[in-house]
């Protein structure tokens, strides 16, 4: 029985559907509503979907789609796994937690995320921290926020998710474009996006005394 | 000098968002019907300045305590604002 929903993420209220195949193939994309919320959701027949990396591909690629489909909209997204009960258990969730969602809709409206590395090579001899506060700097001009580098390996000089207008897109690729022309010899300058604004919402919900 | 288009996405950089960031929700909430009242609801925003920071929490925190004591439905008015510094940031 399909009646668990598999949730992607929250927009404003707006009628969706979509051929796309979602999570367990779970098609179509569609929306449940909550006064004037939107959850992007599709059936599925587990609570506990598993994480391959098909999985994990379907949940990125209909956020994407949902980002930028039809001129697009924002769009809060949900972690991987957020399956409900029931279209009553969901709209109860979006109710307890309209003011958050409100809120992150606020924050990130009209805006997309962007992904930008920049790595070198194994052992090279940089001035990092200057690199940084140059590209940084470059960078900061033409987005609305950014993260904290998350320097997981000893190769990357710079790794920031960056928060950036829609209609700024472009002027964010000039920006990595003259990077790496300056930068291009010595680092590999790794550009990604978009993405729905996973690093600039954080909200997490829970039914208390249990 | 075209713009640049932005690469596609590798699978690392998938499960690096959609395993750790987003909204999370506990699976007592996801499959029980359960009143506001009992519902916590914790919101960040991340990355933003101190400053605007201290402020959402501060009226996060507002909104908690409403939800916990019942009322939350007074509390329409709420807003909650950029502040100067996080405006200045997206000049």
């Given at each position: 029985?399909?009646?668990?929903?598999?949730?992607?993420?929250?927009?404003?209220?707006?009628?969706?559907?979509?051929?796309?195949?979602?999570?367990?193939?779970?098609?179509?994309?569609?929306?449940?509503?909550?006064?004037?919320?939107?959850?992007?959701?599709?059936?599925?027949?587990?609570?506990?979907?598993?994480?391959?990396?098909?999985?994990?591909?379907?949940?990125?690629?209909?956020?994407?789609?949902?980002?930028?489909?039809?001129?697009?909209?924002?769009?809060?997204?949900?972690?991987?796994?957020?399956?409900?009960?029931?279209?009553r258990t969901l709209k109860s969730v979006l109710r307890g937690g309209r003011r958050a969602f409100r809120q992150a809709l606020n924050d990130v409206d009209g805006m997309i995320e962007l992904g930008v590395k920049l790595v070198a090579d194994e052992?090279?001899?940089?001035?990092?921290?200057?690199?940084?506060?140059?590209?940084?700097?470059?960078?900061?001009?033409?987005?609305?926020?950014?993260?904290?580098?998350?320097?997981?390996?000893?190769?990357?000089?710079?790794?920031?998710?960056?928060?950036?207008?829609?209609?700024?897109?472009?002027?964010?690729?000039?920006?990595?474009?003259?990077?790496?022309?300056?930068?291009?010899?010595?680092?590999?300058?790794?550009?990604?996006?978009?993405?729905?604004?996973?690093?600039?919402?954080?909200?997490?919900?829970?039914?208390?005394?249990? | 000098?075209?713009?640049?288009?932005?690469?596609?996405?590798?699978?690392?950089?998938?499960?690096?968002?959609?395993?750790?960031?987003?909204?999370?929700?506990?699976?007592?909430?996801?499959?029980?019907?359960?009143?506001?009242?009992?519902?916590?609801?914790?919101?960040?925003?991340?990355?933003?300045?101190?400053?605007?920071?201290?402020?959402?929490?501060?009226?996060?925190?507002?909104?908690?305590?409403?939800?916990?004591?019942?009322?939350?439905?007074?509390?329409?008015?709420?807003?909650?604002?950029?502040?100067?510094?996080?405006?200045?940031?997206?000049?």
């Amino acid at each position: 029985m399909s009646s668990n929903l598999y949730t992607y993420g929250v927009i404003e209220k707006e009628s969706i559907e979509l051929d796309e195949r979602g999570v367990d193939g779970g098609t179509p994309i569609r929306t449940v509503d909550y006064r004037t919320l939107s959850a992007v959701v599709s059936d599925i027949d587990t609570m506990e979907p598993e994480r391959t990396d098909e999985n994990a591909r379907a949940h990125d690629e209909v956020l994407r789609e949902v980002l930028l489909y039809d001129g697009g909209r924002t769009i809060v997204p949900m972690q991987f796994g957020m399956t409900f009960k029931s279209g009553r258990t969901l709209k109860s969730v979006l109710r307890g937690g309209r003011r958050a969602f409100r809120q992150a809709l606020n924050d990130v409206d009209g805006m997309i995320e962007l992904g930008v590395k920049l790595v070198a090579d194994e052992g090279a001899d940089l001035d990092r921290e200057a690199i940084r506060e140059d590209v940084g700097g470059r960078l900061a001009e033409v987005s609305a926020r950014e993260t904290d580098d998350d320097l997981y390996s000893d190769r990357l000089v710079l790794n920031r998710a960056y928060l950036v207008e829609r209609d700024g897109e472009e002027a964010f690729g000039d920006a990595v474009e003259a990077i790496r022309e300056d930068y291009g010899e010595t680092l590999r300058v790794q550009y990604n996006g978009p993405w729905a604004p996973y690093n600039f919402v954080d909200i997490e919900i829970g039914a208390q005394g249990r | 000098m075209a713009s640049e288009r932005p690469g596609s996405s590798s699978l690392a950089d998938v499960l690096d968002r959609i395993l750790d960031k987003g909204i999370v929700i506990d699976i007592w909430a996801r499959i029980s019907v359960v009143g506001i009242e009992i519902l916590t609801v914790e919101a960040r925003v991340v990355a933003a300045s101190v400053d605007t920071f201290l402020h959402y929490a501060a009226e996060i925190s507002k909104i908690e305590q409403a939800t916990q004591s019942g009322d939350f439905e007074d509390l329409q008015d709420l807003e909650i604002k950029q502040s100067p510094a996080m405006r200045a940031q997206s000049q």
